[in-house]
């Protein structure tokens, strides 16, 4: 059953430090997504793109974060220059057109600035 | 302003029995989706069960059904013949509001503990 894989599984950066989050979504799926969930918090929506472009972004996705799809399958969410609060877990998420909307999960990123 | 609510930060289920999760909404869409997710200890978020707000029916996904009360707002999950790897986070989420991209908004979670 095809699946949502993402890279690494766990990053530890220092404060002011780039770091980039690896997603593969679903092949023949439309629109990717990217939420963060810190520790023992609910899980939050940053972003959606669609057609090679943002659709959709949070008061949280400022300009410290992009996104890129810089091919035909990655997906990428790049923080550039990361803050204490930017540990959390960050789940990439894709959805196909149509059909209920449920979106599939990847496994998720933590990430822990230090 | 759109909203979920799950009230019940964690749960206990004897195995083999029914337990209700309950989530309430807050929305100004007269469409609208709602979904259940499954967060284990592993920390993935595994897609459960889907309703739509103009079904019919109450969805039903194997063990897992939900008792949708459009009138109370309400999507509470009903798992039945509760396993010991049930035992997770559970969320309650719906589609955010003039999104169209359907974004999904997430209540903060009931922890579940399934006892043998």
């Known amino acids: 059953e095809p699946e949502v894989t993402q890279t690494p599984s766990h990053q530890v950066t220092q404060m002011g430090q780039e770091v980039i989050l690896r997603c593969v979504p679903i092949?023949?799926?439309?629109?990717f997504y990217w939420y963060r969930q810190i520790l023992g918090q609910k899980v939050e929506f940053l972003v959606s793109?669609?057609?090679?472009?943002?659709?959709?972004k949070s008061e949280i996705f400022d300009d410290q974060f992009s996104v890129e799809r810089p091919d035909g399958s990655n997906f990428t969410l790049k923080i550039r220059s990361t803050k204490l609060e930017d540990s959390a877990m960050y789940f990439c998420?894709?959805?196909?057109?149509?059909?209920?909307?449920?979106?599939?999960f990847g496994p998720g990123t933590r990430l822990t600035v230090t | 302003a759109q909203k979920i609510t799950q009230t019940q930060p964690g749960m206990f289920v004897q195995e083999k029995e029914a337990v209700t999760l309950d989530c309430t909404y807050d929305t100004s869409d007269p469409s609208y989706g709602l979904f259940w997710y499954k967060q284990p200890s592993s920390g993935e978020m595994i897609f459960l069960i889907y309703q739509g707000s103009y079904d019919q029916q109450n969805a039903t996904e194997g063990r897992y059904s939900l008792n949708f009360q459009k009138a109370r707002k309400s999507a509470n999950l009903v798992i039945s013949a509760s396993q010991l790897g049930d035992s997770a986070m559970y969320f309650c989420?719906?589609?955010?509001?003039?999104?169209?991209?359907?974004?999904?908004?997430f209540g903060q979670g009931t922890t579940l503990q399934v006892k043998p």
């Open positions: 793109f669609y057609n090679n472009e943002i659709s959709e």
């Open positions: 989420a719906m589609r955010g509001e003039r999104s169209n991209t359907g974004k999904l908004i």
């Open positions: 092949s023949n799926h439309l629109y």
């Open positions: 998420a894709s959805k196909k057109r149509g059909g209920p909307g449920e979106q599939y």
